[in-house]
């Protein structure tokens, strides 16, 4: 992930709520409920929690996400990430010592 270009940061500190549009690379340190719709990346950090319904093109999760996810490209799930809610995805990657619990359609 040192490689790539992160756009915007939502800090350790930082709770919102709402609905986010965007085109490029965000990550998500702190706590977010509600919609997210991009065409870029999402990146949940190990310290973030969303609850939300996700439309995304790349997803990359390390902390928790609770709610359902469409993901155009890719779903990864890292060490110790957490996932509950159904998912559509055409690849997905599940890391040992992740959980989800929900349905995949691929």
């Given at each position: 992930?040192s490689?790539?270009?992160?756009?915007?940061?939502?800090?350790?500190?930082?709770?919102?709520?709402?609905?986010l549009?965007y085109?490029?690379?965000?990550?998500?340190?702190?706590?977010?409920?509600?919609?997210?719709?991009?065409?870029?990346?999402?990146?949940?950090?190990?310290?973030?929690?969303?609850?939300?319904?996700?439309?995304?093109?790349v997803?990359?999760?390390?902390?928790?996400?609770?709610?359902?996810?469409?993901?155009?490209?890719?779903i990864?799930?890292?060490?110790?990430?957490?996932?509950?809610?159904?998912?559509?995805t055409?690849?997905?990657?599940?890391?040992?010592?992740?959980?989800?619990?929900?349905?995949?359609?691929?």
């Open positions: 992930m490689n790539e270009s992160i756009d915007t940061v939502i800090g350790e500190d930082i709770s919102f709520r709402g609905s549009i085109s490029n690379t965000l990550k998500i340190n702190g706590n977010f409920k509600g919609t997210i719709q991009t065409t870029g990346k999402l990146i949940i950090g190990e310290s973030g929690e969303v609850e939300a319904d996700l439309e995304v093109g997803l990359l999760v390390e902390g928790k996400v609770k709610g359902n996810v469409n993901a155009k490209e890719k990864e799930l890292k060490k110790p990430s957490e996932l509950i809610g159904d998912i559509k055409p690849t997905l990657e599940v890391q040992s010592g992740s959980k989800f619990l929900g349905n995949c359609s691929m």
